[in-house]
């Protein structure tokens, strides 16, 4: 993937990273938090893919205050695990734990899942959504080319109390619905590209109040750096642009963000 890019300017008032994999990243995560920081990205939630990610995810909250965990299984994983049940009933025992603030991520994906797996998938969404009801925590949704689905399936269970679209990936129509039933969405680096015309669109129509910021390093590195290692300390690029894009003062947003993510996933001391 190249070399890190540079670090941008610090932002003018303190953020958050709404969902990062710093497991993945592979370097230090104290030395990622450090470089985070120094841009004023002084928060992040640290997200689980499955029963081994998310109790590494557990682990670093436990040692960094400045660092939430979210668990889950990743459904592109459900359809293809030996035992789910067992391993669902793992990721709610790590639920309860004080420094968990969200179950997921978890959802659906027709991209890299075809139809023989996506019965089970969903069979694990609700399972999550089911998790994240009884611990009164948000559920954080991976939502790749399934927005009907994904509506129905939160309708059909009724969703939690605060629900998060990670890495936002619909048009203006489809946030809209999201706004309306009080969904929160995250925007990561993908807003950042000018070929992204449905999420640019959405991010236009979203009220600040619906609205958070993530980078899902290392992956979807924003513009002008795309295809090289992303990482939290570069939020402030995707910040920025979400700034510019909808006419908003810069200050603004990032208070706006910021008392989101407290709103969202509570306080981080």
Known sequence: MGDPPPSPDPLPVP????????????????GQLAAAAAVNVDRLVQVGV??????WSVRLAERHPSVLAAVAVHPNDAPRLADLDEA?????????????????ETGLDHFR?????????????????????RYGLPVMIHDRDAHADVLRVLDEEGAPERVVLHCFSGDGEFAADCV??????????????????????????????????????????????????????????????????????????????????????GPWA
């Open 15 to 30: 953020v958050l990273d709404a969902h990062t994999h710093l497991d993945i990243v592979g370097t230090d995560p104290a």
């Open 50 to 55: 499955d029963v081994d990610s998310s109790r």
């Open 88 to 104: 669902l009933r793992q990721i709610e025992a790590l639920a309860a734990h004080p420094r968990v603030r969200a179950v997921g």
């Open 113 to 133: 899942t075809g139809e023989d797996g996506r019965a089970r998938q969903e069979y694990s969404f609700r399972a999550h959504i089911a998790i994240a009801k």
């Open 180 to 265: 309306k039933r009080g969904y929160v969405l995250s925007f990561a680096g993908t807003v950042t590209f000018t070929n992204a015309r449905g999420i640019r669109e959405a991010a236009e129509l979203t009220p600040l109040e619906s609205m958070l910021v993530e980078t899902d390093a290392p992956f979807l590195t924003p513009t002008p750096y795309r295809g090289r290692p992303n990482a939290p300390y570069l939020i402030p690029l995707t910040v920025r642009a979400l700034a510019q894009l909808t006419g908003r003062d810069l200050a603004d947003v990032c208070t706006a963000i910021s008392a989101n993510g407290e709103r969202v996933f």
